[in-house]
């Protein structure tokens, strides 16, 4: 069993940056693809950006994020690099690997 913990959010001016971390633990084996969702209130649950494979890995971005979000991993961590910060990126973020999802972690992007 995988546990996923989460830290890093925050409220932050537009413009600004925030870098969203996920430890994995446990049978962290199933977690060589990993991801970052967000939820906004009223909506559904949409992915941000995936990881895939160790190492440097081959990364995809959710349009609405692409050059401005990076996912990485260092080792059992996932972090996702956010900057130029929109008040439309404020959500609940969580990480997940395989059928394991963290709490979540809520970012305000004030404009």
């Known amino acids: 069993q995988v546990q996923l913990l989460e830290s890093g959010g925050g409220l932050v001016q537009a413009g600004g940056s925030l870098r969203l971390s996920c430890a994995a633990s446990?049978?962290?084996?199933?977690?060589?693809?990993m991801a970052w969702y967000r939820q906004a209130p009223g909506s559904q649950r949409e992915l941000v950006a995936k990881i895939m494979g160790l190492g440097r890995g081959i990364t995809t971005y959710a349009d609405s994020v692409k050059g401005r979000f990076t996912i990485s991993r260092a080792g059992n961590t996932v972090y996702l690099q956010m900057n130029a910060l929109k008040p439309g990126d404020t959500a609940v973020y969580y990480c997940n690997c395989a059928a394991t999802w963290g709490q979540g972690t809520q970012v305000t992007v004030s404009s």
């Open positions: 446990g049978s962290i084996l199933s977690c060589v693809t």
